[in-house]
């Protein structure tokens, strides 16, 4: 590895950390927020929501961005915005404004991912590029984890409001090292940004998931829950017409003519969904109703980052080598397996025989998932689309997380509860296990990764 491949692993590395673990480590501080603020399960869901409303809405611009202006620049720019929106959520005095400053903490994340995953595609390749996502997958995934062990420190210590104040160093950290990255200010041709697009996707995503999260309490029969949901389908009707016609779409639709990069996506709406919704309810319920404090529902959490740490970077490796198809079926079953495990964590829980193996399970699944899942997506399209081909799958899985959050009260039916839990669990292991089903039919192993295990096993 090369000092720039070094530097340009590393800015990626951390500047997509603090995005995830900013997704994550709200979780455990779900309750104290609550409490502070009032409110019931639509206010922490709103608290999820926003940020991942505005992410997975203005992703896809932010791809083209990078695509179009340069991601060291496009980057720059994301963090500066994400420190100053952190802050905001910090000092945020009403549980509307704390909402209102997830919003735009999740506009300034859109900027982050695909910036950081197509910086990694365009200077690596080959096996190199394989174990390089492996890696970022594999921190960026412990962000997603371990957020909830450091959130729950910091709620139990020093208030919830520190989880984001602490984003300030790493950006500070990642901004120094970007410095000292090389790259020309525009990569492409200058390009008009799709407003019409933007916009539609906004509200196709923003009315359902209001709805969504107001009909618990207001029910579906009422204007309130029906009017918005009919309006955002509309609009993502006619997002998908617009972005079908459009001289520049944001979303260009012939990518998805690519049988891995569509499949891809479609195993993502089940991963991606069944991880936001599980996580999600994982942390509340160990403290509503299990009585953890925030510390020991994040801690928890830990052996699945530690199956993470260790074996992202091979699993990814491999599938470099083999081919993504097989970590894609196992992985998302293992980890479907682990969610239903937890079924048996009953209060009085026992850490050690409810949740500790469950938690192992699911940790294996992601790190066998995770990086042969972006190499399958982000291999099969040309090095010039790495920008807007990360946006769209972060989009995708985003979105998935969103709709799956949004959904938690429905699921639940209003009150979490031992049996609510259970319900979300099988949910959850449903959607993973489908992820791995559509994973074995669809996804077909690249022709190189096919050459490139053929030559090594030549050589040995």
């Known amino acids: 590895m090369t000092p720039r491949q070094r530097r340009v692993l590393i800015v990626s590395i951390l500047s997509s950390f ?195 999260i107001e009909q618990g309490r207001l029910g579906w029969g009422s204007p309130v829950v029906v009017v918005p949901l009919i309006v955002g389908v509309l609009a993502l009707a006619a997002f998908l017409r617009w972005e079908a016609r459009a001289p520049q779409p944001m979303m260009p639709l012939g990518l998805f003519r690519v049988r891995n990069f569509w499949v891809g996506n479609i195993a993502t709406v089940g991963i991606y969904s069944a991880l936001s919704l599980g996580f999600f309810i994982f942390a509340v319920y160990l403290q509503q109703v299990g009585g953890f404090s925030a510390t020991a529902a994040g801690i928890a959490g830990v052996p699945a980052t530690l199956m993470l740490l260790l074996f992202a970077t091979l699993f990814g490796t491999l599938a470099g080598r083999y081919g993504p198809r097989r970590f894609m079926t196992i992985g998302p079953i293992v980890a479907g397996a682990g969610f239903l495990l937890l079924l048996a964590a009953v209060p009085p829980i026992n850490v050690w025989l409810q949740v500790v193996p469950a938690i192992v399970l699911i940790g294996l699944g992601l790190a066998i998932t995770v990086a042969p899942l972006t190499s399958a997506v982000l291999g099969s399209i040309r090095a010039e689309q790495a920008g807007i081909g990360s946006a769209i799958n972060n989009a995708v899985s985003r979105v998935a997380g969103l709709i799956a959050v949004a959904l938690a009260g429905t699921i639940i039916g209003g009150r979490l509860d031992l049996a609510g839990f259970q319900r979300v669990m099988v949910v959850v292991a449903v959607l993973m296990f489908a992820g791995g089903i559509v994973s074995w039919l669809g996804i077909r192993t690249p022709v190189v990764a096919s050459h490139e295990r053929d030559s090594s096993e030549k050589l040995l």
Request: proline share 5%; hydrophobic share 55%.
């Open 18 to 212: 603090v995005a995830f673990l900013d997704g994550s480590i709200i979780n455990v501080a779900l309750p104290a927020i609550g409490r502070e603020f009032g409110g019931d399960l639509a206010l922490q869901q709103w608290v999820v929501d926003g940020y991942l409303l505005s992410l997975g809405a203005l992703i896809l611009v932010a791809g083209s961005l990078s695509d179009t202006y340069g991601r060291v620049r496009v980057l720059r720019a994301g963090l500066i915005w994400f420190g100053i929106t952190s802050l905001a959520c910090a000092v945020a005095p009403l549980g509307t404004l704390l909402v209102v400053a997830r919003i735009l903490q999740g506009a300034a994340a859109a900027l982050l991912v695909p910036s950081s995953l197509a910086l990694i595609t365009s200077t690596f390749s080959g096996p190199a590029q394989g174990k390089a996502i492996g890696a970022w997958t594999g921190w960026t995934g412990i962000a997603g984890i371990a957020g909830p062990v450091l959130g729950g420190v910091l709620v139990d210590t020093i208030g919830w409001r520190f989880v984001f104040g602490i984003n300030v160093l790493p950006i500070l950290v990642t901004l120094i090292v970007l410095a000292r990255i090389d790259e020309p200010a525009r990569t492409g041709p200058a390009a008009r940004i799709d407003l019409v697009g933007a916009g539609l996707a906004v509200v196709g995503l923003g009315a359902p998931v209001f709805a969504l």
